[in-house]
């Protein structure tokens, strides 16, 4: 979830518990205005305008607390609609903040399980090279130990044909009065 996403779900929380404030507010007057007519319909036996042919202030009082009736209960449905469209939206709003919050949960366990995973591949990738290393180093040795041993009897060969007086060819000189080097007629 980013940081800019928290103060906006914040908001939106003010303003839904503020709205459901001034819901229970409206809601609880218009109760009383419900209860408070009712009473005067029901209890009240004067309210009843006497049967008479002639409009009267009676009918024009009626008229009005109809009309009166009349916009509350528009205003009532008016409020329950809007009480639906959030209650919707509330209910959209939670079900972004869970899906974000097991979004961010599962992030963080992954960042958690990264050194492991790349030191598993890691270990991986290097098992075959350390193998091929290993295999490396023991023909290494063991190709230094034939060279010993035929450094060992090539000096054991130099040293005891020295001694026993192999005739090497000798090179007739050059003249003194040439450069050393033979010439093609020589040659």
């Known amino acids: ?82 009480i639906t469209s959030r209650d919707t939206e509330i209910y959209q709003l939670r079900q972004s903040v869970q899906e974000l919050t097991d979004r961010s949960r599962m992030l963080e366990q992954v960042v958690q399980e990264l050194p492991q995973i790349y030191r598993r591949k890691f270990e991986e990738r290097m098992a075959p090279i350390r193998e091929k290393v290993a295999v490396l180093q023991r023909e290494n040795r063991q190709l230094q130990a034939e060279l010993q041993s035929v450094s060992y009897r090539l000096a054991l060969k130099t040293r005891t044909s020295s001694h026993s007086g192999i005739d090497l060819p000798n090179f007739p000189r050059p003249a003194s009065g040439q450069d050393g080097m033979p010439s093609v007629q020589n040659a």
């Open 1 to 82: 979830m980013s940081q800019t996403d928290t103060p906006n779900i914040q908001a939106l929380s003010t303003e839904i518990s503020q709205l459901r404030q001034e819901l229970q507010l409206r809601d609880q007057l218009v109760q009383q205005l419900s209860q408070e007519l009712f009473r005067l319909v029901k209890g009240n036996t004067n309210f009843m305008p006497p049967l008479r042919t002639e409009s009267g202030p009676d009918l024009s009082q009626l008229q009005a607390l109809s009309e009166q009736l009349q916009a509350v209960e528009e205003q009532v449905t008016f409020y329950q609609e809007q």
